[in-house]
């Protein structure tokens, strides 16, 4: 183990990076209606940057976080990083809506290295109370960057255009030279299920396609179906064959975990979908992009100080009310940013994304102590694998529903479609909430 002398500048690079992965989405979206605009395409069309971006930024970081077992983690967050500096680059020119369409793929895939990684880093370079003060310095660190995202996208987009705010990402290949000497180069030589990983891809890809072909088609909608229809059946067939693969048989029939991922995946699913939804309705007002930056600072503020308010309240209510809360906020947030849609209304659609902000900061660390406390030692890091993984899905699901059904019911109605999705999940914890009342001193739901 390395002494600690270097916490602070390793903690804070690796949180640097977070931050400028996680402008692929904030930063971005705020420049939706300009790329519209720009490469005439209509709401359902242009959501699918954020949708691709969202899909392939779920299930490549479980394989990161296989390929880290294998390999070590400095190959794969160097590719990772790579792919994610290209992917934006090429999408910062790209001449057309399938090469920038390509091009979120490729970032999403990329992208998809720093957060798994960027924690295999700490965890792996420091131990006790130096790992838990490096951990909150990422978190720290990595919640101000983000924060700052869709105020950066909007004043770049100001300054330059919408391209410039794509390739903003791409800053993070700056900082591997700088964190070389502290990633670990050897793995364990565990063993990658790439077929497993194949599986679960194209099954959750299909539910997206399947989700969004209102707005794309009949031939997606085909897609979407054969892949869903294919894939359900093929995954299940391969836990069977390979129980310890890419999704072990002893997490996938844990029902905490399963019951806990799905109920935390709404919630980014109504977050990607007011990434969406509320730049849409406020440039169909006439916002600029800056202008709509501006009006998503609060929901940044907030996103900054929520992890601070997140621990007390999960220590305090346990992981399972935690988790049926942020449910119902995000509930709440839909309705209140279906209510402002309709009505043109930004101080509506401001209070909607503040909203799903806390629900996002409660709900993803409730998840991780649900499903931490919910499986043995053994197989914990999988399974907070894959609960990532399906949390992530769900923001693909939600960019997805407001990009298909928006284009047929309206935004407004599509946002309400989709507060049903966290409101059903909250309804799903609640036996999770009677085990844990009978056990308070217990962590799992």
């Known amino acids: 183990?390395?002494?600690?002398?270097?916490?602070?500048?390793?903690?804070?690079?690796?949180?640097?990076?977070?931050?400028?992965?996680?402008?692929?989405?904030?930063?971005?979206?705020?420049?939706?209606?300009?790329?519209?605009?720009?490469?005439?395409?209509?709401?359902?069309?242009?959501?699918?940057?954020?949708?691709?971006?969202?899909?392939?930024?779920?299930?490549?970081?479980?394989?990161?976080?296989?390929?880290?077992?294998?390999?070590?983690?400095?190959?794969?967050?160097?590719?990772?990083?790579?792919?994610?500096?290209?992917?934006?680059?090429?999408?910062?020119?790209?001449?057309?809506?399938?090469?920038?369409?390509?091009?979120?793929?490729?970032?999403?895939?990329?992208?998809?290295?720093?957060?798994?990684?960027?924690?295999?880093?700490?965890?792996?370079?420091?131990?006790?109370?130096?790992r838990t003060a490096a951990l909150g310095k990422v978190a720290g660190t990595a919640a101000a960057v983000s924060a700052l995202g869709p105020l950066v996208g909007g004043l770049v987009a100001d300054v330059a255009s919408w391209r410039a705010v794509v390739v903003l990402p791409a800053l993070g290949l700056l900082l591997v030279p700088v964190l070389w000497r502290s990633v670990p180069a050897v793995g364990t030589g565990a063993?990658?299920?790439?077929?497993?990983?194949?599986?679960?891809?194209?099954?959750?890809?299909?539910?997206?396609?399947?989700?969004?072909?209102?707005?794309?088609?009949?031939?997606?909608?085909?897609?979407?179906?054969?892949?869903?229809?294919?894939?359900?059946?093929?995954?299940?067939?391969?836990?069977?064959?390979?129980?310890?693969g890419f999704l072990p048989r002893a997490v996938v029939r844990e029902p905490v975990v399963v019951r806990s991922a799905l109920a935390a995946s709404a919630v980014p699913a109504a977050w990607f979908a007011l990434l969406i939804a509320v730049p849409a309705v406020l440039a169909?007002?006439?916002?600029?992009?800056?202008?709509?930056?501006?009006?998503?600072v609060?929901?940044?503020?907030?996103?900054?100080?929520?992890?601070?308010?997140?621990?007390?309240?999960?220590?305090?209510?346990?992981?399972?009310?935690?988790?049926?809360?942020?449910?119902?906020?995000?509930?709440?947030?839909?309705?209140?940013?279906?209510?402002?849609?309709?009505?043109?209304?930004?101080p509506g659609l401001v209070t909607a994304v503040v909203l799903v902000t806390v629900a996002f900061g409660l709900g993803q660390p409730a998840l991780m102590a649900a499903v931490g406390g919910a499986v043995p030692d053994e197989v914990r890091g999988v399974a907070l694998g894959i609960a990532t993984l399906v949390f992530l899905v769900g923001g693909g699901v939600g960019s997805a529903v407001v990009g298909g059904a928006g284009e047929v019911l309206g935004l407004d109605r599509s946002l309400l479609l989709l507060a049903v999705l966290p409101l059903i999940g909250a309804l799903g914890l609640v036996g999770s909430i009677r085990a844990e009342r009978r056990d308070p001193g217990a962590l799992t739901p």
């Open 191 to 244: 063993r990658l299920d790439v077929l497993g990983a194949v599986l679960v891809a194209g099954t959750a890809a299909g539910l997206v396609l399947l989700v969004q072909s209102p707005a794309s088609g009949v031939v997606i909608a085909a897609v979407g179906a054969a892949l869903l229809g294919l894939g359900v059946p093929a995954v299940a067939a391969q836990v069977r064959r390979r129980p310890e």
């Open 1 to 130: 183990m390395s002494p600690p002398t270097d916490v602070g500048r390793v903690a804070g690079l690796v949180g640097i990076l977070f931050g400028l992965a996680g402008m692929g989405s904030a930063a971005v979206a705020v420049t939706l209606p300009a790329i519209a605009a720009d490469l005439d395409l209509t709401t359902g069309g242009v959501s699918w940057v954020i949708s691709l971006y969202a899909l392939m930024l779920a299930v490549a970081t479980a394989v990161y976080g296989r390929i880290a077992d294998l390999a070590g983690i400095r190959l794969p967050l160097v590719v990772g990083v790579a792919l994610m500096t290209a992917g934006a680059v090429l999408g910062g020119l790209a001449p057309s809506y399938p090469v920038l369409l390509g091009a979120r793929i490729l970032q999403g895939l990329g992208a998809a290295a720093v957060p798994v990684l960027g924690m295999a880093i700490v965890s792996a370079r420091y131990e006790g109370a130096v």
């Open 298 to 346: 609060p929901s940044a503020v907030t996103g900054f100080l929520a992890p601070r308010l997140a621990g007390p309240l999960l220590a305090r209510l346990g992981p399972a009310r935690s988790l049926a809360i942020s449910g119902i906020i995000a509930t709440v947030a839909l309705l209140v940013a279906a209510l402002g849609a309709t009505a043109g209304s930004a």
């Open 284 to 296: 169909g007002e006439g916002w600029t992009p800056l202008h709509i930056g501006l009006a998503l």
